[in-house]
């Protein structure tokens, strides 16, 4: 296969979906890698790295598209993009296709191959979205202490406090990989942590490993409300693997929360935890509706990309290697790559989608 790796042009987004090392692999099984001049330039890795593994430089994306059996990015395509796509082509990338209609529609008309690294599944694990969960996680923690500062319009609150002074009380909502590395970091930062979730046993796990340094509760919504509206910091960290992110901070909370407390919403991706949540970047991250703040980056791991680009790549080789040297059919079998697949021949396969989208057809 000819394996293609493009630059992300995603505003501020300095991930690369290809690093040398796991170019060297797609190499060393008599692919050819063909990557963009100046792809991994934001991630550390000069062209001449590139160079050095056997890969083909090419000038342009344009060709790197049109020439590519397989396609590897880090986000998903913009609209500009979409005129690049091909039937057969396979698409390996984050999607998030529940909140992008209009990729979802231009993937099926291009009949183009795509699988989503956040849908792939394994023993109720998402391996290929777990280490940027987990970049995302501890960065949130980091951001709100940030934007927690007066000078940015926050609540003036020290993560820690001092002695004789209150610590920021932190509320999670999800204990999941986000979640528990939202908690690792606040717990670091000696915060004042609540941890809620549905699930018990990912509550009892976080009580054992912190003991009496966190709280948990079960997520109904009185628990949600109370711990929202006392919160200094929230941070949104739920997850429904494919499918829109629930709407749990309700409008009428917003009345309630103290004046520069801050939403870090992780769950931005899928559309967000609010009804007004909104995809910011890393030059504008924060908006502030009503007396709150809200920091909605869609890309949080973009902001360390040189670490974020290892990870990522260390999750998803493996899968990708498989795609490339059995051909997409026969990889397909592996139930962890088909529980990635979103469309194919014309048609949505995520069962998700096909219940968000296909009522419109």
Same mark, same amino acid.
């Given at each position: 296969?000819?394996?293609?790796?493009?630059?992300?042009?995603?505003?501020?987004?300095?991930?690369?979906?290809?690093?040398?090392?796991?170019?060297?692999?797609?190499?060393?099984?008599?692919?050819?890698?063909?990557?963009?001049?100046?792809?991994?330039?934001?991630?550390?890795?000069?062209?001449?790295?590139?160079?050095?593994?056997?890969?083909?430089?090419?000038?342009?994306?344009?060709?790197?598209?049109?020439?590519?059996?397989?396609?590897?990015?880090?986000?998903?395509?913009?609209?500009?993009?979409?005129?690049?796509?091909? #039937?057969?082509?396979?698409?390996?990338?984050?999607?998030?296709?529940?909140?992008?209609?209009?990729?979802?529609?231009?993937? +099926? #008309?291009?009949?183009?191959?795509?699988?989503?690294?956040?849908?792939?599944?394994?023993?109720?694990?998402?391996?290929?979205?777990?280490?940027?969960?987990?970049?995302? @996680?501890?960065?949130?923690?980091? #951001?709100?202490?940030?934007?927690? *500062?007066?000078?940015?319009?926050?609540?003036?609150?020290?993560?820690? @406090?001092?002695?004789?002074?209150?610590?920021?009380?932190?509320?999670?909502?999800?204990?999941?990989?986000?979640?528990?590395?939202?908690?690792?970091?606040?717990?670091?930062?000696?915060?004042?942590?609540?941890?809620?979730?549905?699930?018990?046993?990912?509550?009892?796990?976080?009580?054992?490993?912190?003991?009496?340094?966190?709280?948990?509760?079960?997520?109904?919504?009185?628990?949600?409300?109370?711990?929202?509206?006392?919160?200094?910091?929230?941070?949104?960290?739920?997850?429904? !693997?494919?499918?829109?992110?629930? +709407?749990?901070?309700?409008? *009428?909370?917003?009345?309630?929360?103290?004046?520069?407390?801050?939403?870090?919403?992780?769950?931005?991706?899928?559309?967000?935890?609010?009804?007004?949540?909104?995809?910011?970047?890393?030059?504008?991250?924060?908006?502030?509706?009503?007396?709150?703040?809200?920091?909605?980056?869609?890309?949080?791991?973009?902001?360390?990309?040189?670490?974020?680009?290892?990870?990522?790549?260390?999750?998803?080789?493996?899968?990708?290697?498989?795609?490339?040297?059995?051909?997409?059919? #026969?990889?397909?079998?592996? !139930?962890?790559?088909?529980?990635?697949?979103?469309?194919?021949?014309?048609?949505?396969?995520?069962?998700?989608?096909?219940?968000?989208?296909?009522?419109?057809?």
């Amino acid at each position: 296969m000819i394996i293609g790796c493009v630059k992300e042009i995603k505003k501020y987004e300095f991930r690369v979906g290809l690093t040398p090392n796991a170019a060297s692999e797609y190499l060393r099984y008599g692919h050819q890698v063909w990557i963009e001049k100046g792809a991994g330039i934001g991630s550390g890795f000069k062209d001449s790295d590139y160079e050095a593994m056997g890969c083909i430089l090419k000038d342009n994306a344009k060709e790197v598209w049109q020439k590519s059996d397989m396609i590897i990015k880090v986000k998903e395509p913009l609209e500009s993009e979409y005129a690049l796509f091909k #039937e057969n082509l396979i698409l390996y990338t984050y999607l998030h296709l529940a909140s992008n209609e209009p990729l979802y529609r231009a993937l +099926k #008309e291009k009949k183009v191959i795509s699988i989503a690294y956040e849908t792939m599944s394994y023993q109720n694990q998402l391996p290929c979205l777990e280490p940027m969960s987990m970049v995302a @996680g501890r960065l949130s923690v980091l #951001e709100a202490a940030k934007y927690s *500062e007066a000078f940015f319009g926050g609540s003036g609150i020290l993560m820690s @406090g001092l002695p004789g002074t209150p610590r920021a009380k932190v509320t999670i909502i999800g204990a999941g990989i986000v979640g528990q590395n939202a908690c690792r970091m606040a717990v670091g930062l000696e915060a004042d942590i609540t941890v809620l979730d549905l699930d018990t046993k990912r509550l009892a796990f976080l009580e054992d490993l912190y003991h009496n340094k966190i709280k948990t509760l079960y997520s109904n919504q009185e628990n949600l409300r109370k711990s929202i509206i006392e919160s200094d910091v929230v941070i949104g960290a739920v997850l429904i !693997p494919g499918d829109a992110a629930p +709407k749990l901070i309700k409008d *009428e909370y917003l009345d309630q929360m103290k004046p520069g407390s801050i939403i870090v919403d992780v769950a931005i991706d899928q559309g967000g935890i609010s009804n007004y949540s909104k995809v910011t970047y890393h030059d504008d991250p924060i908006y502030k509706v009503k007396d709150v703040l809200f920091y909605g980056v869609a890309n949080m791991p973009g902001s360390v990309p040189k670490t974020s680009s290892i990870a990522l790549n260390n999750a998803t080789l493996r899968y990708g290697l498989e795609m490339a040297n059995k051909g997409i059919d #026969e990889a397909l079998l592996n !139930p962890v790559i088909n529980s990635g697949l979103q469309t194919r021949d014309g048609i949505g396969i995520y069962p998700t989608l096909i219940k968000l989208f296909e009522h419109a057809e």
